[in-house]
């Protein structure tokens, strides 16, 4: 029933992602004179993050592997951002955010009994457009982003013990389609609230241990919350921006593989979770 809902709902905002898009590239040919763009920017932001991977037994395979990884860290933001206004309200946002990785953690593992510790560094870059529609102060609107997310392990030590594993550094790639629903409010003077939710529309997974071997996935969803202060009336710094963000992503559980055609139930591939808290300072043109 959740597969059906959640497939339900994803063919929902492709459908008013596709209608909203156009309504706005409709409202652009129309009416040209009124577009107008509102802003650049450029933001730089510490991020901390964290990812988990987890799975368990299942009474349909009895041959998998309980298992649960944690690695935290902090890592350098990036962020280009654009606003053009479309008439009659609408907004157009776009935005380039990158987590560069700056930073080297050490992953933990317990599996069988086994305790696993490695290297791990993350990248990632998500590609993002919004159209919202301005009310008295709040708005809401579609958003339909790509994000590829990039991981790396090396350095195995199993039990104590350095252990080579084949293929090491083991480079993990994921391509996320997603799509949401944002929400925006005015909650007091220069301070600027957003909300937005999404959901998978598309999942690419490869491992650089697993060639020709693509996963993906039924399940997942995101959240995330941002607080922006314009900061130019306290400080004297004017165009400036600062913004405390949080972000939560949760993708698997149920992958699937594909490999020479075929399509099979990949029952090891656990459930991850990605949070990642940021402060971003940015100056807009």
Known sequence: MLKTFTGKFERFIVTYAFAFFVLAGSIVMVKPHAVQAEGLSVGFAPVWWQYQESSGFRSAMPASTPLSSKVSGVSMGLDLGSDIQIGN??????????????????????????????????????????????????????????????????????????????????????????????????????????????????????????????????????????VSWDIAEQTGLENWTASLGYQYRQLGNEMLQQSNGATTLSYLWPKNTWQALSLNLSYTW
């Open 89 to 226: 309200g609408l907004h157009l946002n776009s935005s380039w955010t990158f987590i560069l990785p700056a930073y080297q953690a050490s992953e933990s593992w317990t599996y069988s009994g086994n305790v696993q510790t490695n290297d791990f560094r993350a990248f990632e870059s998500e590609l993002k457009t919004s159209l919202i529609k301005d009310f008295e102060g709040w708005g809401t609107g579609l958003w339909i982003s790509y994000l590829q997310h990039i991981q790396e392990r090396q350095h195995f030590v199993v039990n104590g013990t350095p252990t080579a594993i084949y293929g090491e550094p083991i480079q993990e790639t994921v391509q996320v389609v997603w799509a949401g629903l944002d929400f925006q409010a005015d909650v007091a003077e220069h301070i600027n609230t957003s909300l937005d939710v999404g959901l998978p529309i598309s999942v690419r997974t490869t491992n650089s241990n697993s060639p020709g071997v693509v996963w993906g996935t039924y399940s997942g969803y995101r959240v995330g919350a941002k």
